[in-house]
């Protein structure tokens, strides 16, 4: 079993950059890719970030390239989301997930584990 906790979200203008974390429980931490997910009151679920096991290769949905970067340190089981240049549209509770691979990919069915969200308010 892995345990997710997530935090760094709340309130920032337009334009302004929030630091997300997510703190996973077990040792096997560090053999799992982890995916950050958002979703927008009314909107489904979106893939936005992942990361394979290693850091090795992340890969961002279009809408949010340029601008959020995912990484993790295996040493301190945590992955984080760092946002910059948000837009109101980033609006949105913010989950953490762990996949069963250490690869992962952009579809919610891959990942097994999930934190209970973060909120992130983005101001115009």
């Known amino acids: 079993q892995v345990q997710l906790v997530e935090s760094g979200g709340g309130l920032v203008q337009a334009g302004g950059s929030l630091r997300l974390s997510c703190a996973a429980s077990?040792?096997?931490?560090?053999?799992?890719?982890m995916g950050w997910f958002r979703q927008a009151p009314g909107k489904e679920r979106e893939f936005v970030a992942r990361?394979?096991?290693?850091?090795?290769?992340?890969y961002n949905a279009d809408s949010v390239k340029g601008r959020f970067t995912i990484s993790r340190d295996n040493a301190k089981n945590t992955v984080y989301l760092q946002m910059n240049s948000l837009k109101p549209e980033d609006t949105a509770v913010y989950f953490c997930?762990?996949?069963?691979?250490?690869?992962?990919?952009?579809?919610?069915?891959?990942?097994?584990?999930w934190g209970q969200g973060t909120q992130v308010t983005v101001s115009s």
């Open positions: 997930a762990a996949a069963l691979s250490g690869y992962g990919t952009s579809q919610q069915l891959h990942y097994a584990y």
């Open positions: 077990g040792r096997t931490f560090s053999s799992y890719a």
């Open positions: 990361i394979t096991w290693s850091g090795g290769s992340t």
